[in-house]
């Protein structure tokens, strides 16, 4: 079916404001992961579910950020208290939730967050 | 800590040349390496996936081989064309599927 889908394309926000970036996974996939990439460096590992559950929260920066996925298919990102080092592009990926060592991921086209 | 480097940051080469884009990790304790492009404004495109137990894989023009012991992984592109132009992205996959990625080699293919 379709690939990983992400909403909004682009979002502006002022400092201070909450934001909610949406990734729809591919169809099946049962691990979702969120990245963060700022320009000119590789995608930062965010968080990473298994299901339903965050089986690793290890790189959420700090408490402003939280991830759900409460069917286990579409997963939320949510910022509150946006500062301007949030500016970024948000990706998202699934996988098929295999073998650990088979997983390759897929990427949605990403969320660019600026905060002004 | 595990830190992935990718070296060159940019390369810029003649359309038919053969290259070598070199990836190196710290801790060799990984389930997976990927490679991947990214396109500029796009996401990432996976281009090849080596398991731990794996020591090269290829795809069309493309040879990814992995090195653990040493932390080392090469992704070759023989015959380049401008339409490899793009960013190429490594990253290792280890526990808890925590994926760490490089900086990235900018590759620019001139016609």
């Known amino acids: 079916g379709a690939g990983v889908s992400q909403t909004p394309s682009n979002k502006v926000t002022e400092k201070g404001k909450y934001v909610e970036l949406r990734c729809d996974p591919i169809s099946g996939h049962t691990a979702l992961y969120w990245y963060r990439q700022s320009l000119g460096q590789g995608p930062e590992f965010l968080i990473y579910f298994q299901g339903t559950g965050a089986a690793d929260d290890s790189g959420l920066p700090n408490d402003r950020f939280f991830a759900v996925r409460p069917e286990g298919s579409v997963s939320t990102l949510k910022i509150q208290r946006t500062e301007r080092g949030d500016s970024a592009v948000y990706l998202c990926?699934?996988?098929?939730?295999?073998?650990?060592?088979?997983?390759?991921?897929?990427f949605g086209p990403g969320t660019r967050l600026l905060v002004l | 800590k595990q830190e992935v480097t990718q070296i060159p940051a940019a390369l810029s080469v003649p359309e038919g040349e053969n290259l070598v884009l070199n990836c190196s990790f710290t801790?060799?304790?990984?389930?997976?390496l990927q490679w991947f492009r990214q396109d500029p404004g796009k996401g990432l495109t996976s281009l090849l996936l080596?398991?731990?137990?794996?020591r090269e894989q290829t795809s069309g023009r493309l040879n990814a081989s992995l090195d653990k012991s040493s932390g080392r992984s090469t992704l070759y592109i023989a015959a380049s064309q401008p339409g490899d132009s793009a960013t190429y992205l490594c990253?290792?996959?280890?526990?808890?599927?925590?994926?760490?990625f490089g900086a990235g080699t900018r590759l620019f293919v001139k016609a």
């Open positions: 990253a290792v996959t280890a526990g808890g599927f925590k994926t760490i």
């Open positions: 080596i398991q731990s137990s794996q």
């Open positions: 990926a699934s996988s098929s939730g295999g073998l650990a060592g088979e997983e390759t991921q897929y």
């Open positions: 801790d060799s304790a990984i389930y997976n």
